[in-house]
């Protein structure tokens, strides 16, 4: 099989839980050469998160980590000791690149900002993931995915009129900020190109979260109006709505055939002229709600889904997760992969985002176990079995 | 050292968001990105929120989201449906490195246009295609708006209050998800032609892009059958973690606390209540367990208090709390500020778009030591005709001339008013009183401290 794109980097990966871990990933996907580095005897904090496996917490069997590491090697180093510190020098020669999402700070505190690091490889990027950033007031405050969300502004425009704000489902700021960092570090990358110096790249959770708002935030300086959440008039065209068996979610934006919509709904009086704009329809909405979602009801999700695709509706599904691992749209282009891993089994993941035609992502290898390749990567280094005993003993790795 | 993606050069012939955005970070990394619009489709996001609510005059150059999401492009017109068009974008293909496009996965292709035919021209061009579902498969061809592809994605299913509906976010959240995938992809496929000296064609699929960021809910599906369904703004074990009303209209603080460390700062920061000693909440279960009753406990403390204090309040003691921020706080938050991401951008006043003058805009999602990023105003419909037919085609005056004239480009939409559904401006207090803004600041170029 031809080489991945990146197949010629070397990532050293000192990250944890999700916003570093999925920037490695999308790495790893396309062929770069990716050693995460763990703390002996604990690792990635990830390992400790759900899902299980059989729900049975296990360090090898968690599904957040698995989903998140695979395509990597695992190695453990105790960065807190001399030694372990030497020994990380060593592999950072080697590197390309250095991804890590620690607090700030931490890192200068091992002796191992930036400016030291560069002294050590000139060439080396380093991307840095934290919260809030790597300056600024917020820098050394606390977060979770529920603060980013709040500070970066995506909760506020989410939720019902009447309600309070809501966050998305899961670690949706997270992830977006690992795919920024992901793109940030390629853009480092390219920036050398052949054997220019590296740098540092400092990537916010905040202000990736904040990218999903620019439309209310210009809105704003645009017109001094502060938008909100879903409306008090007019919500329903933004709504899932009830059909026989789940939801579906039609979408009333750019042009829509107003009468032939009345028509595959079975409805007539939805082409009445008091509903025959975008502004009339939210002006009436809720006599337009009374008319619609009876017909919605009539439907299964996914009988209306296609329907309406048929009819050049492009209407949306609310799609459960075993909807989504069954989908034949999915499954036809080959999203999801499989992998065996030596405790957790063959089992099926969601694949790479994007494919490329000359230099495709693929699944080398399930998610390393902790320390599943110190005797490899060490043994690059010259490190002998009798070393690795040593180290081991002395809690290193 | 010159600012990342200098040299290369991008044709953007996206519309409304995915493609648009993810070109937008190449051009603010120093591509050259020439957007692509024609006189008779001019890009939908052009309309629809307008400076000073008005679509009087330029109308088509005070489109907000437009003059976000092109900052550091240029800006040309080719209608595409004109062979002359099709031939004059195969001349630019030839002197281009990227080209990118979200068009419905049939439409290059009946344009002739599709990435073998480029590859003929260009052999080493890399061609980015974003589409709701991918270019095969059964639902390639099918409508795919963001609206509708956060449901699709599985994504909407595990969002909404307990016992709610699903919900969406409002916008269209899987175009901010696809963006900054594509930018990544042709940040790949740059560094891979780089080392090999070989373009390629990228399918994105924003479906497939957006089914990532729920991957722990997959796998639960896929290792234990189990299919996850929506917490609101709870978590499966931390407590309490929620959202309180604070003083003032509509504003929130968060807090979350995930250890017995972060519940005694919490407790300590609130005065030590006598409620924070009872049995019911004595470790991280029974908090989790009587969650709704320390919520309402807690409240009771925020209600009286300033969001913004809340927050630096509980962050003192060490607790992870943050203000519900609106898009306006955003604007003119301190630490953002400081931070260097909202940048200040003046437009050109010419007839007819004399308000559109200085705003804000939000910046880059990161920074960059050697090669610092800044940003620049989005350009004007057809600006660097120009530039592109006249320096980099070698056209002459009366070539452009005649082109102009048959409608191939212009510097003008065809149409004399917005033509979107969105675009008629509605007075702020309607919006109000619909509920689609909380407020409006009748001096808020003041509050952003803008000229004149």
């Given amino acids: ?397 | 050292m010159g600012l990342p993606l200098s040299g290369i050069r991008v044709l953007d012939l996206g519309s409304a968001w995915a493609i648009p955005i993810a070109i937008r970070y190449l051009a603010i990394l120093g591509a050259e990105v020439i957007r692509i619009e024609s006189c008779a489709r001019p890009d939908i996001s052009r309309f629809g929120t307008h400076a000073e609510n008005t679509t009087e005059g330029r109308f088509w150059e005070t489109g907000a989201r437009f003059n976000h999401i092109n900052v550091n492009k240029k800006d040309i017109t080719i209608d595409l449906s004109m062979p002359k068009g099709v031939a004059l974008f195969k001349e630019l293909v030839k002197v281009s490195d990227v080209i990118a496009e979200n068009f419905s996965p049939r439409v290059m292709r009946n344009l002739g246009l599709h990435y073998e035919v480029l590859r003929d021209i260009k052999p080493d061009i890399i061609m980015l295609s974003s589409s709701g579902f991918g270019a095969s498969g059964p639902w390639a061809h099918y409508g795919a708006w963001g609206m509708g592809m956060e449901p699709t994605a599985g994504i909407s299913h595990l969002t909404g209050y307990i016992d709610g509906p699903p919900m969406k976010a409002g916008i269209p959240y899987t175009d901010i998800i696809s963006s900054v995938h594509g930018t990544l992809a042709i940040l790949i496929a740059l560094e891979h032609r780089r080392r090999t000296g070989r373009g390629q064609w990228i399918d994105l699929s924003q479906n497939e892009a957006a089914v990532q960021q729920i991957g722990e809910a997959i796998m639960d599906y896929t290792m234990n059958g189990r299919v996850q369904g929506r917490m609101g703004n709870r978590h499966p074990s931390m407590a309490p973690h929620g959202i309180y009303r604070c003083r003032g209209n509509d504003k929130w603080v968060v807090i979350s606390v995930s250890s017995e460390e972060e519940w005694k700062a919490l407790c300590d920061a609130l005065g030590d209540p006598p409620w924070s000693r009872e049995q019911r909440f004595r470790d991280g279960l029974s908090r989790w367990r009587h969650q709704e009753e320390l919520d309402r406990l807690i409240e009771e403390w925020t209600i009286s208090r300033d969001h913004h204090e809340v927050m630096h309040t509980l962050q003192q003691a060490g607790v992870p709390a943050g203000a519900v921020l609106t898009p306006k706080e955003i604007l003119l938050d301190p630490h953002l500020r400081e931070r260097g991401y909202i940048h200040k951008l003046t437009h050109p006043r010419l007839e007819g778009m004399e308000l559109l003058g200085t705003r804000p805009y939000l910046g880059m999602p990161w920074r960059m030591s050697r090669t610092p990023l800044s940003l620049e105003r989005s350009p004007l419909f057809g600006e660097h005709n120009g530039y592109a037919f006249a320096e980099l085609l070698g056209m002459t005056q009366e070539e452009m001339a005649e082109l102009e004239r048959e409608g191939v480009i212009g510097n003008r939409p065809l149409a004399d008013e917005p033509t979107y559904w969105g675009a008629a401006t509605v007075p702020l207090p309607v919006l109000k009183e619909l509920g689609y803004i909380e407020e409006w600041d009748e001096n808020y170029h003041e509050i952003l401290g803008l000229d004149g």
Avoid at chain 1, 20 to 34: F, I, K
Avoid at chain 1, 209 to 226: D, H, L, M, Q, R
Avoid at chain 1, 365 to 382: D, K, S
Wanted: net charge negative; proline share 6%; hydrophobic share 40%.
């Fill in chain 1, 1 to 397: 099989m031809a080489d991945g794109a990146l197949s010629h980097i070397k990532v050293l990966d000192l990250t944890h839980y999700i916003a570093g871990p999925y920037c490695t990933r999308l790495l790893a996907d396309y062929g770069a050469e990716v050693i995460k580095v763990e703390k002996p005897g604990e690792g990635d904090g990830a390992r400790r998160c759900g899902p299980f496996l059989h729900d049975e917490p296990h360090p090898e069997k968690s599904g957040l980590f698995l989903y998140l590491n695979s395509n990597k090697r695992g190695i453990t180093l105790n960065l807190k000791t001399e030694t372990g510190r030497r020994i990380f020098k060593e592999l950072l020669r080697e590197a390309d690149v250095l991804v890590e999402n620690f607090r700030p700070g931490v890192m200068a505190s091992l002796g191992l900002e930036y400016e030291d690091l560069h002294r050590i490889n000139p060439k080396l990027v380093m991307t840095s993931i934290s919260n809030f950033g790597q300056s600024g007031p917020y820098r050394d405050y606390k977060a979770s995915e529920i603060v980013l969300y709040a500070l970066g502004g995506m909760m506020y425009i989410m939720g019902n009129y009447d309600r309070e704000p809501l966050k998305h489902g899961l670690s949706q700021g997270q992830y977006l900020a690992a795919a920024t960092a992901a793109a940030a570090t390629m853009s480092a990358i390219y920036a050398q190109g052949e054997d220019g110096p590296g740098q540092h790249v400092d990537v916010s959770i905040m202000e990736a979260v904040t990218e999903g708002i620019f439309w209310p935030a210009v809105a704003y300086s645009y017109s001094g109006g502060v938008p909100r959440r879903r409306p008090k008039v007019g919500s329903v065209f933004d709504a899932c709505m009830p059909t026989k068996d789940g939801y579906v979610a039609p979408v009333f934006y750019g042009y829509v055939d107003w009468d032939a919509f009345s028509r595959f709904m079975d409805c007539p009086e939805l082409a009445d002229p008091k509903f025959a704009s975008h502004a009339d329809r939210v002006m009436h909405s809720e006599e337009f709600a009374a008319l619609l979602l009876p017909k919605i009801r009539e439907w299964s999700k996914d009988e209306l889904f296609h329907a309406a695709q048929d009819w050049r509706f492009a209407f949306g599904i609310v799609n459960t997760t075993e909807d989504v691992v069954h989908s034949p749209q999915l499954r036809e282009r080959g999203f999801f992969v499989e992998m065996d891993h030596p405790v957790a089994g063959r089992l099926t993941y969601p694949g790479a985002p994007f494919k490329l035609s000359e230099s495709p992502a693929q699944a080398r290898r399930p998610a390393p176990l902790l320390g599943q390749h110190n005797e490899e990567v060490y043994g690059r280094l010259g490190y002998t079995g009798g070393d690795l005993v040593k180290l081991r003993e002395g809690g290193i790795i």
